[in-house]
């Protein structure tokens, strides 16, 4: 069965200093993985999604970045945080088919830039 | 790009009554999958229900069914017989057949009273 792992699943950061945040997916291949934040009582925005190894479409201009080097792993960083980049951060993950959608979360990250 | 607006924060609904839920989208696709996502307060996201747009039945799942209107871009969900832990937030989704962009509504906050 597919499992989606996101670590870590709290993390309190100074302004100004590096993020990243992990992903990684198993029991599937080729999966369309996405990154979603969540501010306080928000909805989700969408922040970065990818079709493949190395292709990756940002949704938001902001001082985050995503990488995917291998299949099945997602990675969210900053190179400075601000505070404006609090909140819940999510991965997901789908596989598209006839008959057969939808995205799979992991458990989430609470992040809080101090 | 698509666009998913809920334009109930919050709502509130007596254990064992009926509640709706609205969504409405905007899309330029004509083949595209609709969700509803619950977010209890442990914030795994779960998914509810599942649309495919070309099917014109509506999707139900026990308790739970929408009414799509594909012309009106509607997709609202109906909870029967509410339940305590039907309480949380309840995110609309979208996402476009065979693309890999999936969006969110801004969410609404459900509140089931005992």
């Known amino acids: 069965s597919q499992t989606i792992h996101q670590w870590p699943a709290t993390l309190v950061q100074p302004v100004g200093s590096p993020l990243s945040l992990e992903c990684t997916v198993e029991g599937t291949s080729n999966p369309n993985l996405y990154w979603y934040r969540q501010a306080a009582g928000r909805g989700l925005q969408l922040l970065f999604y990818?079709?493949?190894?190395?292709?990756i479409s940002s949704e938001v201009p902001q001082n985050l970045s995503a990488s995917r080097p291998q299949d099945r792993q997602f990675i969210l960083s900053s190179k400075k945080l601000l505070l404006s980049d609090s909140g819940f951060y999510l991965c997901?993950?789908?596989?598209?088919?006839?008959?057969?959608?939808?995205?799979?979360f992991g458990q989430g990250t609470r992040l809080t830039v101090v | 790009a698509q666009t998913v607006t809920q334009s109930q924060p919050e709502m509130s609904v007596q254990e064992a009554e009926t509640v709706t839920l609205s969504c409405t989208y905007d899309t330029s696709e004509s083949n595209y999958y609709l969700f509803w996502y619950k977010q209890p307060p442990s914030r795994q996201m779960i998914l509810v229900i599942r649309?495919?747009?070309?099917?014109?039945q509506n999707a139900t799942e026990n308790r739970f069914s929408v009414n799509f209107q594909k012309a009106a871009k509607s997709f609202s969900l109906k909870i029967s017989d509410s339940q305590l832990g039907d309480t949380a937030m309840y995110f609309c989704a979208f996402t476009p057949y065979n693309n890999n962009d999936m969006r969110f509504g801004a969410g609404t906050r459900l509140t089931v009273k005992p």
């Open positions: 997901a993950w789908s596989v598209l088919g006839d008959g057969y959608t939808e995205a799979f």
């Open positions: 990818s079709v493949g190894i190395g292709q």
């Open positions: 649309q495919e747009a070309y099917k014109q």
